[in-house]
């Protein structure tokens, strides 16, 4: 491995299908030691960029480098840098949990003696150490993820690229396969994950891109994107009885109201001191409150201003230009 | 450099293990390999009066041909299918590594069926007259099969029917082509040059050789391994080349 700071760097990466243009020139830069969050609605190009950047397809344009290492020119010592967890990969279901262990470590030429200390810890590591000796194609869903995992992780690799990697997975999986990221971060590896569910972005990654038809919507941490893009904050209240939404309208700081079932969202700039004008307002008319919440935007917010609608690409150039 | 080479073949030789747990190690395969050129030879040779040597010098020339070219076609279609290519796609293997690993695992199963004509001949008392020929005529013969096999793969397919389909259009058409069931002396000008263009001529040419002894071939063994090694050259470069093309439009 080279001593480098940005363990993946893409430059105009672009990959057209025919007409199609799956991935519209791209810039990237993921520092070592970074869990870096890949984002985007169902076909913006995740995939295909994940796939250009672990050598699985060449590009149609753009350059990459992995760990310092030109991808197109010398695509085995960048591969052997990294780890990866392919989208709908599969362990070989006619071998066992630690055949298919040990295959990985040879492909990468881990020692030997070293794959079998590191097959025993993984198999433990994901819970699969009883079934080690089963055939793959006996496992569940879940444990099949597990071991593709692991099997990525038999090289010890600096830099790990993870499709979607819990996705369909039971609350308990999930959880194992973000503490394992975490731990790996800890430890000082990079991370490139893409994945549909927004709060594991937001609890694991120091930035995320969001990507949208091709192109890349915005670079940033998941907190800065929230304050920037994700729009106003808002009051979540429960009322004892039914309050007609056009008076809590001449509150002063709310800007708009929404209900949905039992509860009011009221929409402010600053939430601070709309609570308090909202309960002088429930106090005056001995309005019972339930409950009172207050709702920071969210990545989701974030994402669906981003991507939803088609509204998408407009705000994109305002973001781009912001600066990210 | 040195060391990168043997890098891959390392991981060639992973490849190889892999495919023998995965695709050979099985009843079906491994009696479908002694069985089906067995039945195809049987039915052809029985009720002519021909003499056992050279019986089983076009048997064991068959018997390679169908096993090395039996498992390689399936493979990548295969594994295009189970989404186990992917994987290796991304590990740090050169495509030609993958199909040196794959060619292989075949050889190896080739060579190995290949011992029951030789065990059969024994039996009917045909004794080998160039045993060392023979082993050469083997390795090198399931090396050329085995990468022919590759080269059927390379059609960019999940569906294990239709490569086949193909690789059987063009097997059966060179087992007569070939000088298996008739002796290429005694082929007409027009077939004597029909079986120059097929790598099974080549080899069984060998056999006959090593079965029959010298006169019994028609072309030199120089000539006949000569001949084989170009063979084995143009149809794994074309493996290589086709599979570089292909992969990418599987995943
Ligand atoms: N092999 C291919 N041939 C043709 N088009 C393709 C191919 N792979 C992907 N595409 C197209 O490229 C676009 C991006 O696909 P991609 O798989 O990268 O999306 P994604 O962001 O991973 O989506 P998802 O969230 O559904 O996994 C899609 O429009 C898809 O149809
Ligand atoms: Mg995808």
């Known amino acids: 491995m080279k001593n480098v700071t940005n363990m993946i760097v893409a430059e105009g990466l672009t990959k057209n299908y025919g007409e199609l243009v799956a991935v519209d020139h791209i810039d990237l830069k993921v520092a070592g030691g970074e869990i870096f969050g890949f984002l985007g609605p169902n076909g913006a190009g995740k995939t295909t960029t994940v796939r250009m950047l672990t050598g699985i397809i060449r590009p149609t344009q753009g350059r990459i480098h992995i760990a310092g290492f030109d991808l197109l020119r010398d695509p085995i010592k960048a591969k052997e840098v990294m780890g990866v967890v392919p989208e709908l990969s599969n362990a070989y279901t006619e071998l066992s949990a630690w055949k298919n262990l040990q295959l990985m470590a040879e492909l990468y030429g881990v020692p030997a003696k070293t794959a079998k200390a590191r097959a025993e810890e993984l198999l433990v590591r994901f819970g699969l150490h009883d079934r080690k000796d089963h055939k793959t194609k006996t496992f569940s869903k879940g444990m099949k993820q597990r071991l593709v995992i692991a099997m990525s992780l038999m090289s010890d690799p600096e830099i790990l690229f993870l499709d979607e990697p819990t996705s369909g997975l039971d609350v308990m999986s999930a959880r194992m396969i973000k503490d394992v990221l975490q731990e790996l971060n800890n430890r000082g590896k990079t991370i490139f994950l893409t994945t549909h569910y927004m709060e594991e972005a937001n609890q694991l990654c120091n930035r995320v891109a969001i990507i949208n038809h091709g192109k890349i919507a915005a670079i940033s941490p998941p907190e800065e994107l929230k304050a920037r893009i994700g729009g106003l904050g808002r009051l979540e209240v429960s009322f004892k009885s039914h309050v007609d939404s056009s008076d809590l309208r001449s509150i002063s700081g709310v800007t708009d109201v929404r209900e949905s079932g039992d509860k009011t969202y009221l929409y402010t700039d600053e939430p601070g001191t709309t609570i308090q004008h909202l309960v002088d307002y429930c106090r005056a008319g001995s309005i019972k409150i339930v409950t009172l919440n207050t709702l920071t935007p969210t990545l989701e917010d974030v994402f669906i201003k981003l991507t939803g609608n088609g509204r998408g690409m407009e705000e994109v150039a305002e973001v781009v230009t912001n600066g990210s | ?251």
């Open chain 2, 1 to 251: 450099m040195v060391p990168e080479i043997q890098g891959q073949m390392r991981r060639a030789f992973a490849i190889a293990r892999k495919d023998i747990r995965i695709y050979y190690l099985k009843g079906p395969v491994i009696i479908f390999g002694v069985l089906s050129p067995s039945f195809l030879f049987l039915a052809f040779m029985i009720g002519r009066n021909l003499p056992v040597d050279f019986l089983i010098a076009g048997l064991l020339g068959m018997t390679i041909f169908f096993t090395s070219t039996s498992v390689t076609p399936v493979i990548a279609p295969t594994e295009t299918q189970t989404r186990n290519l992917e994987r290796l796609a991304a590990a740090p293997v050169s495509i030609t590594t993958i199909l040196i690993g794959d060619m292989l695992a075949s050889v190896l199963f080739g060579m190995l069926i290949s011992l029951v004509p030789i065990l059969l001949g024994v039996m009917f008392g045909v004794g080998v007259a160039h045993p060392l020929v023979l082993a050469v005529a083997i390795v090198l013969a399931a090396f050329c099969f085995s990468a022919m096999g590759l080269v059927f793969s390379s059609t960019p397919t999940s569906m294990t029917s239709t490569v086949m389909m193909m690789s059987t259009m063009i097997k059966f058409p060179l087992v007569f082509l070939s000088g298996v069931f008739i002796p290429i002396h005694d082929l007409p000008a027009w077939g004597q040059a029909l079986a120059s263009i097929s790598p099974l001529t080549y080899i069984t040419d060998l056999c006959r050789y090593c079965f029959q002894g010298a006169g019994a071939n028609y072309y030199s063994v120089p000539m006949n391994i000569f001949a084989l090694v170009v063979f084995l050259v143009i149809f794994m470069v074309a493996a290589v080349k086709l599979h570089e093309r292909s992969l990418p439009m599987r995943l």
